[in-house]
């Protein structure tokens, strides 16, 4: 125990160790004590650029508290000790406790089964999700896990599972945290009372700049390369379709409250570094929903200079449109704008003109650096998080998770094999990326 943990007791914290034997969780109202000793233990698995962010979010949004870091690598744990034991020193409590540091292949079963903590933040390369969550809801904790739930079927039918498993038993957030940005919950609310009518179609875009070239690591051995730049890697990211594009397959589900029932697609790598990493840079997909709605998406990643995502929705009433940083609102019938709209970063209404705003390319980027219309989209979400534990109102987005990862590897699956798929043949496909096949083998990190 820390001392600051000493100095509180000996907590309830949401029936850790009880849950561990079977999900006996003891319902958080009836267990916690007065607020001095209402703060969450948090471990974060994965001490990355987008892990660290969140992790930060919810160190100065609510009322958990960073205690445990998990990583594959010792750089990354000091770095992740380093930020965090000084948000603990600025708030006037305890840094990490270095037995609650977890370096290797096996951190994440280490964290997972650690009686100090309540929750896990996994932030690790998308193709370890499932196999991470599994283990963390199985030990009990909540769980944050960033997006997409599963880069194959097999894992997000995993995740699936895990959510039926796990429900109202303890929360389990999924990394969509545009579902919380305020302009966004806004839009589709107007939109779902119909204020554009009936969605007749979507064009959705993620133009974003080349991932950050040098790839990290040059004196690292194959592997470490590939997991430490595992946004080059299609099988560690499920390629940008699956890892990035996600965000605006998710938006557009939500609008429709659907899923794609078919896709076709085409897509490439054209890039000037093309010499390593095996990802796509380029997607264009038609999707096709219930009533014969189409949703055409068209993902570029390269150059240094443009960054923009965006959704238009037409209907017959009007037309709604949302970037990450520029407009959010609704032309037509029903004319409304969000306040933020017309900030410094767009030049024009209407069109998101955001040269130069994520300029310094994939590292500003990855780490979830963004603005305006998601400014505070983590803090919401986190902050909604931590109150479903504290309240015993557990969230459960794992099969909306779910939806939206296999909804991109519908469009990914389309594009890679250059035909038309439909939802069902992707189910019963049951596409598995089998680490033995895709040579992901950690064992060598096994000792420092
Ligand atoms: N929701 C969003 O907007 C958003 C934005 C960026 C990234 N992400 C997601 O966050 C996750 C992390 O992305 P990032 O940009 O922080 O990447 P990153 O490479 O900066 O961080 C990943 C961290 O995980 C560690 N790691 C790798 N394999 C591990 C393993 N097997 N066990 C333990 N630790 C391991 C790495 O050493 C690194 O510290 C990804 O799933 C990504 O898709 C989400």
Redesign the pocket.
């Known amino acids: 125990m820390t001392n600051e943990q000493k100095k509180l007791g000996r907590r309830d914290f949401i029936g850790t160790a009880a849950a561990a034997a079977g999900f006996m969780i003891i319902k958080p109202q009836l267990v916690r004590g007065t607020a001095a000793n209402s703060a969450i233990r948090l471990g974060l698995?994965?001490?990355?650029?987008?892990?660290t962010g969140v992790a930060t979010s919810f160190a100065n949004n609510t009322t958990a508290r960073v205690t445990a870091l998990?990583?594959?690598?010792q750089d990354?744990l000091e770095k992740g000790k380093k930020h965090f034991d000084d948000i603990a020193a600025s708030k006037a409590y305890s840094g990490i406790d270095p037995k609650l540091m977890f370096r290797g292949?096996h951190?994440?079963e280490q964290m997972a089964n650690s009686s100090e903590l309540d929750m896990i933040q996994i932030?690790?390369?998308?193709f370890?999700?499932p196999e991470h969550l599994d283990a963390v809801v199985t030990a009990g904790k909540h769980v944050y896990c960033?997006?997409p739930a599963g880069v194959d079927v097999t894992g997000s039918k995993r995740i699936l599972e895990i959510g039926r498993k796990v429900d109202g038993r303890l929360s389990l957030e999924i990394?969509f945290?545009i579902r919380s940005a305020p302009p966004y919950v806004e839009l589709i609310k107007r939109i779902h009372s119909g204020a554009i009518g009936r969605i007749d179609c979507i064009a959705g875009y993620y133009h974003a700049t080349r991932n950050a070239y040098p790839p990290r690591g040059p004196n690292a051995s194959p592997m470490e390369l590939r997991?430490?730049n595992?946004y080059w890697d299609r099988v560690l990211s499920g390629d940008i379709i699956v890892?990035q594009s996600i965000?605006v397959i998710d938006i557009c589900n939500w609008a429709l409250k659907a899923h794609p029932l078919k896709a076709v697609g085409s897509g490439g790598r054209n890039l000037p570094d093309a010499d390593w990493g095996n990802y796509w840079d380029h997607f264009d997909i038609v999707y096709t929903y219930p009533d014969n709605v189409h949703v055409s998406l068209n993902h570029f990643q390269g150059g240094d200079s443009l960054w923009d995502v965006s959704e238009r929705f037409f209907g017959p009433k009007g037309v709604a449109e949302a970037h990450y940083s520029g407009v959010v609102g609704i032309y037509g019938d029903e004319p409304w704008e969000w306040e933020g709209s017309t900030s410094q970063v767009t030049s024009q209404p209407g069109h998101a003109n955001i040269y130069a705003v994520h300029r310094g390319g994939g590292a500003e980027r990855?780490?979830?650096v963004f603005h305006d219309a998601l400014q505070f989209a983590d803090a919401e979400k986190d902050k909604a998080f931590i109150a479903s534990i504290v309240s015993g109102k557990y969230h459960n987005q794992a099969a909306k998770g779910v939806e939206s990862a296999l909804s991109a590897q519908l469009g990914r699956m389309a594009a890679y094999t250059g035909r038309e798929v439909t939802w069902d043949e992707l189910l019963a496909s049951n596409q598995t990326y089998d680490p033995r096949v895709e040579g992901i083998d950690?064992s060598e990190f096994e000792s420092s």
């Open positions: 698995l994965g001490c990355g650029h987008r892990g998990g990583d594959l690598f990354q292949p951190a994440y932030s690790t390369p998308d370890f999700h960033e997006k990394g945290q997991i430490r595992f890892d965000h990855t780490a979830g950690l």
